[in-house]
């Protein structure tokens, strides 16, 4: 079993749309969970961090359940500059920082 | 905004030469690392570097692989004979926190 897995997509959505990903991983003992973005060919950037109680940053909201192990990441709003994939990314239990990525999830926002 | 650096962006080697990336981290960082990215892939941990020393090595970082922080502001990856299967985007990143990357070095094994 992968131990971050995503649904790779593609979603394609109009602008303005609302667009959930959803992410699982198989270590219930990870400590850190987060979602990046990557543009193409770019490094990857974070978006924001995600905890149990849930967060929001702007258009962004990010869900933990570590009972399911599983995060979610909801855009509103999409804009065209959202387009990118979007990476499920956490932090295994026993290492101090490393990241274990998912496979991303692609979005493109079409006008 | 500070950032993480890294030259070249892109290498080109032949198959069984040495090659050596490099990277300046965000200067009041503590924690380095390397990780990789096989075109089409996903971003894979290599090794991480505190304190003047390796903290932790994924299985694909074996003996071909090594880092070095030759001085206070560089932090180098070498892989000793390159292979094929090394193409890839090399990212650096760094942390105290929140781990930043640098853009990237993308390698080529021909």
């Known amino acids: 079993r992968k131990e971050v897995e995503q649904d790779p997509g593609p979603f394609n959505v109009p602008e303005g749309a609302t667009v959930a990903f959803n992410c699982t991983y198989s270590?219930?003992?990870?400590?850190?969970f987060f979602w990046y973005r990557q543009d193409c060919r770019k490094e990857p950037k974070l978006l924001m961090s995600v905890y149990s109680s849930g967060n929001e940053d702007g258009r962004f909201t990010a869900q933990l359940n570590r009972a399911s192990q599983y995060i979610s990441l909801l855009i509103r709003d999409s804009k065209l500059s959202d387009s990118a994939t979007y990476l499920c990314?956490?932090?295994?239990?026993?290492?101090?920082?490393?990241?274990?990525f998912g496979s991303g999830t692609q979005l493109t926002v079409l006008p | 905004e500070p950032e993480v650096t890294q030259t070249p962006s892109h290498q080109v080697t032949q198959m069984g030469q040495e090659v050596i990336l490099r990277c300046v981290p965000i200067s009041n960082h503590l924690y380095f690392y390397w990780y990789r990215q096989i075109l089409g892939q996903k971003v894979e941990f290599l090794v991480s570097f505190y304190n003047n020393e390796i903290s932790e090595k994924s299985e694909i970082f074996d003996d071909q692989f090594s880092v070095e922080r030759p001085d206070g502001s560089n932090f180098t990856l070498k892989i000793r004979s390159t292979k094929l299967e090394d193409s890839a985007m090399y990212f650096c990143?760094?942390?105290?926190?929140?781990?930043?990357f640098g853009p990237g070095t993308r390698l080529l094994v021909l």
């Open positions: 990314v956490v932090t295994p239990s026993g290492s101090a920082r490393q990241l274990t």
């Open positions: 990143a760094s942390n105290l926190e929140t781990q930043y």
């Open positions: 270590n219930s003992a990870s400590q850190s």
